[in-house]
C-alpha cells in the first residue's frame, strides 16, 4: 500500500519544543480542522514497548504531554503525521486527504467504472 503521509523528520527536537498534529472532527455534525499543540519532553528508545504501536526502523519515538495535561506523557512515533507549526500540519492534512480522494476514487472506478456524481449509474 502506498504512503499517503508525508514523513516528517523531527529528530532535533529540544525538551519544551512545540509541535502539532491535525485531525477532522465532526461536532454536531460540523466537521472542522483539530489542531494539537503538543509539547515535547524527550525521545525514546525504539526497545521501550508502547502499546498499540507497530515500531520499524524509520520510528521517531517521543514522549510528549498537553498543556492541559502536563502530567499525563502522551508515547507516541513523531516520525509522521507531526510538525513543526500549525501551518504545516494543516497543509500537509489537505494533502493528505486530496491523497486518500484520489486514491479511493481510482479503486471505485477500477471496480465499478467511471463515478457518474449526478448519481445515474449507482
Known amino acids: 500500500m502506498e504512503r499517503i503521509l508525508?514523513?516528517?523528520r523531527l529528530e532535533d527536537l529540544?525538551?519544551?519544543d512545540i509541535i502539532?498534529?491535525?485531525e477532522l472532527q465532526s461536532v454536531d455534525g460540523e466537521m472542522q480542522l483539530k489542531s494539537h499543540e503538543l509539547i515535547f519532553d524527550k525521545y525514546l528508545d525504539k526497545k521501550i514497548k508502547i502499546p498499540e504501536l507497530e515500531v520499524n526502523e524509520s520510528s521517531v519515538l517521543a514522549e510528549l504531554h498537553?498543556?492541559?495535561a502536563p502530567g499525563i506523557p502522551i508515547r507516541t512515533d513523531i516520525s509522521?503525521?507531526?510538525f513543526?507549526?500549525?501551518k504545516q500540519a494543516c497543509w500537509e492534512f489537505v494533502n493528505m486527504i486530496k491523497k486518500v480522494y484520489e486514491k479511493a476514487l481510482s479503486e471505485y472506478e477500477n471496480?465499478?467504472?467511471k463515478?457518474?456524481?449526478m448519481g445515474n449509474d449507482i
Do not use: L, M, R
Request: charged share 40%; glycine share 8%.
Open 20 to 22: 502539532y498534529q491535525v
Open 111 to 113: 471496480k465499478f467504472d
Open 14 to 16: 529540544k525538551e519544551g
Open 6 to 8: 508525508n514523513e516528517n
Open 80 to 82: 509522521c503525521g507531526y
Open 84 to 86: 513543526k507549526s500549525e
Open 115 to 117: 463515478f457518474d456524481p
Open 66 to 68: 498537553t498543556a492541559k
